[in-house]
T-cell receptor, first 114, second 111 residues
Framework: NAGVTQTPKFQVLKTGQSMTLQCAQD?????MSWYRQDPGMGLRLIHY???????DQGEVPNGYNVSRSTTEDFPLRLLSAAPSQTSVYFC?????????????FGPGTRLTVL | GENVEQHPSTLSVQEGDSAVIKCTYS??????FPWYKQELGKGPQLIID???NVGEKKDQRIAVTLNKTAKHFSLHITETQPEDSAVYFC??????????WGAGTKLIIKP
């Protein structure tokens, strides 16, 4: 199993550009999520999905869109990049169990917006 | 909403000594409390978790304690080793779907 994969590893954008961060998992996990990690702030949840066709907002959803057309893939779209979106982005997945459970994280995408 | 505070932000201990990291949470409805370890350049990895119906949980050199009355939980690492050097995060969740994370503790193990 490859686990959770993310592409690209690094990306530099100019303000106003759009892009999609890719995330895929091969563990047949129903729950997938996107986080951003900023220095000194821990991880913050952007969006999450409990299954194909179902998504919901986390703590910091503004400026980001997601969709979940398959169990395996959960792309994150930046609509119009802003310098405040400079961060490291992590995708994670876990089995759909109530009350929490181990999340498996991808290696991250380091995004810089100029 | 839920808020999680984590202390200290940096902890330096001698190899072989114990390390303790503490977290407090604000929402008494929180019922799931995981601890993750993040090594440089990698995503976080779960090391231990505890649910609100349990006061303590151990896994070899790692233990977590939960005090629901005081709304705080702690990570204890005994007999620290160089490979324990990393950033550790606590988190809390009400539903299990949204985790609220602490700001992290950088643990340094001195040889």
């Amino acid at each position: 199993n490859a686990g959770v994969t993310q592409t690209p590893k690094f990306q530099v954008l100019k303000t106003g550009q759009s892009m999609t961060l890719q995330c895929a998992q091969d563990m047949n996990h129903e729950y997938m999520s996107w986080y951003r990690q900023d220095p000194g702030m821990g991880l913050r949840l952007i969006h999450y999905s409990v299954g194909a066709g179902i998504t919901d907002q986390g703590e910091v959803p503004n400026g980001y869109n997601v969709s979940r057309s398959t169990t395996e893939d959960f792309p994150l779209r930046l609509l119009s990049a802003a310098p405040s979106q400079t961060s490291v982005y992590f995708c994670a997945s876990r089995t759909q169990t109530s009350g929490g459970g181990e999340q498996f994280f991808g290696p991250g995408t380091r995004l810089t917006v100029l | 909403g839920e808020n999680v505070e984590q202390h200290p932000s940096t902890l330096s201990v001698q190899e072989g000594d114990s390390a303790v990291i503490k977290c407090t949470y604000s929402d008494s409805a929180s019922n799931y409390f995981p601890w993750y370890k993040q090594e440089l350049g990698k995503g976080p990895q779960l090391i231990i978790d505890i649910r609100s119906n349990v006061g303590e949980k151990k896994d070899q050199r790692i233990a977590v304690t939960l005090n629901k009355t005081a709304k705080h939980f702690s990570l204890h690492i005994t007999e620290t080793q160089p490979e324990d050097s990393a950033v550790y995060f606590c988190a809390a969740s009400i539903s299990g779907y949204q985790l609220i994370w602490g700001a992290g503790t950088k643990l340094i193990i001195k040889p």
